[in-house]
């Protein structure tokens, strides 16, 4: 692909520590590419990372999963795009275990990871660990991705319920992250409703696109504080570029216990419909020639004078004398 100097959406990001005196572990980067010089269609390459809390170095890995994984994508011939981040993600679980074999002060150092590329009007996703890309569209906020946690699996299989997550002490365990010996299987799937399967939810690649569409990539120190709905109420109710900034804050206020990063990518509307308005300038005095009034103009003109006549006979006629 083709660096570009302008993203054809609009983009807001921002990262914080939290509260509790942590490193922060979260990476992130937004670069905006042309794919070829011959096909200049857009394309936005996000990506967001989260050190594992309790493995080494993890704000290491972070930036390695994100270098690595821009790096062969912007290299890539993308004939399947959603194939291309899937080896992406495998490229780089390998370059992250061969830095920490190389250096034993790394040793045992892991991310999650989730990517979200927009080519054109069209998304394709991949993830590993409990990083989140969620699609904000009207009323609607859909968590597209799933979260591969102990806690997760708990919940699907029904041994846990939704009240018992907040607070449990296996809410961090992660099952998938890059950096991994065991085979790494990055997620595929974009589940759009829960009666999905997932042979469903991985035929949503290249979801399309509309204008007002958000698409949004956090770390899960915001969402183990700020319920999807919450979330949802922020993006659409704060202009773009202060809603990072406001979930970060809400999470604070919440405590604050983690890393906190938000990647708001917005799909704008048509330039006419988002054009300022402007004041029309004083308009020029145009002279307009003047036509010949009809026989009919003449006919009315000569009835309203006699109704007026008329009128006037009838008043003199009706006049009370003092």
């Known amino acids: 692909m083709i660096p570009a100097t302008h993203p054809h959406l609009h983009i807001a990001a921002a990262s914080n520590p939290g509260i509790k005196g942590k490193v922060n572990e979260d990476r992130y980067s937004v670069s905006a590419y042309r794919l ?17 809390g309790g493995h080494h170095a993890g704000e290491i890995a972070a930036q390695l999963a994100v ?22 993600l495998t490229y780089t679980n390998q370059i992250i275990l061969d830095r920490a074999k190389a250096d034993p002060k790394f040793s045992g150092m892991g991310t999650t990871c989730v990517c979200g590329w927009i080519i054109g009007s069209r998304l394709y996703a991949a993830s590993v660990g409990d990083s989140r890309l969620y699609l904000v569209r009207g009323p609607k906020i859909i968590r597209l991705t799933t979260d591969h946690s102990w806690v997760q699996e708990a919940l699907t299989q029904g041994t846990l319920t939704p009240d018992q997550v907040k607070g449990h002490p296996n809410a961090h365990i992660i099952r998938r992250f890059l950096g991994t010996t065991s085979p790494l299987n990055p997620d595929l799937r974009l589940r759009l409703s829960e009666k999905e399967n997932d ?6 690649q290249g979801l399309r696109l509309f ?27 704060t202009p773009l570029e202060d809603s990072p900034g406001y979930l970060i804050e809400l999470a604070n206020q919440r405590g604050g216990h983690d890393n906190i990063t ?5 799909v704008p509307y048509p330039a006419h419909v988002t054009q300022p308005i402007r004041v029309a300038p004083t308009p020029e005095v145009v002279s307009v020639s003047q036509q010949p009034r009809s026989a009919i103009s003449w006919v009315m003109i000569f009835l309203l004078l006699i109704a007026i006549l008329l009128m006037a006979i009838l008043l003199a006629y009706l006049r009370i004398p003092l």
């Not at 938000?262 to 917005?266: A, H, K, Q, R, S």
């Open 262 to 266: 938000v990647v708001i990518m917005e």
């Open 67 to 88: 270098d690595s994984i821009k790096r062969y994508v912007a290299g890539s011939r993308f004939p399947q795009p959603a194939e291309v981040l899937k080896q992406a």
């Open 199 to 204: 042979t469903q939810a991985e035929a949503n």
């Open 36 to 52: 070829t010089n011959d096909d200049h269609t857009p394309s936005v390459l996000a990506l967001l990372a989260d050190g594992i």
């Open 211 to 237: 204008p007002g569409d958000r698409l949004l990539l956090c770390s899960d120190g915001l969402t183990d504080l700020v319920q999807d709905a919450e979330i949802h109420d922020i993006v659409q109710t």
